[in-house]
Nanobody
Framework: VQLQAFGGGLVQAGGSLRLSCAAS????????MGWFRQAPGKEREFVAR????????YYADSVKGRFIISRDNAKNAAYLQMNSLKPEDTAVYYC????????????WGQGTLVTVSS
């Protein structure tokens, strides 16, 4: 499975961005699609995930009510709509696929930088 994330950029606080993640290869092996982020000097943290088949979602408390994760099974794509962005949302955002067989996020995209200016 190959994942490619894109859509990052520079935005002012309070603005919005939409990240996309395109999946290719053995996508049938993906159970969840998740978004993670890593800010400078910090550890990578979970942001949101969506079950590929059912569409059930789960969010980190820090983004709940502001971010929306979605997927398009026909396009093998996942999205992260980020609204009411804050400077603390600045990070490199990664999409990841959770492997049905291992239960781990075995598949990772290359990351896309989101910078929120105050």
């Amino acid at each position: 499975v190959q994942l490619q994330a894109f859509g990052g950029g520079l935005v002012q606080a309070g603005g919005s961005l939409r990240l996309s993640c395109a999946a290719s290869g053995r996508t049938f092996s993906i159970y969840h699609m998740g978004w993670f982020r890593q800010a400078p000097g910090k550890e990578r943290e979970f942001v949101a995930r969506i079950v590929w088949n059912s569409g059930i979602t789960y969010y980190a408390d820090s983004v709940k009510g502001r971010f929306i994760i979605s997927r398009d099974n026909a396009k093998n794509a996942a999205y992260l709509q980020m609204n009411s962005l804050k400077p603390e949302d600045t990070a490199v955002y990664y999409c990841a696929g959770r492997n049905k067989r291992t239960g781990e996020y075995d598949y990772w995209g290359q990351g896309t930088l989101v910078t929120v200016s105050s």
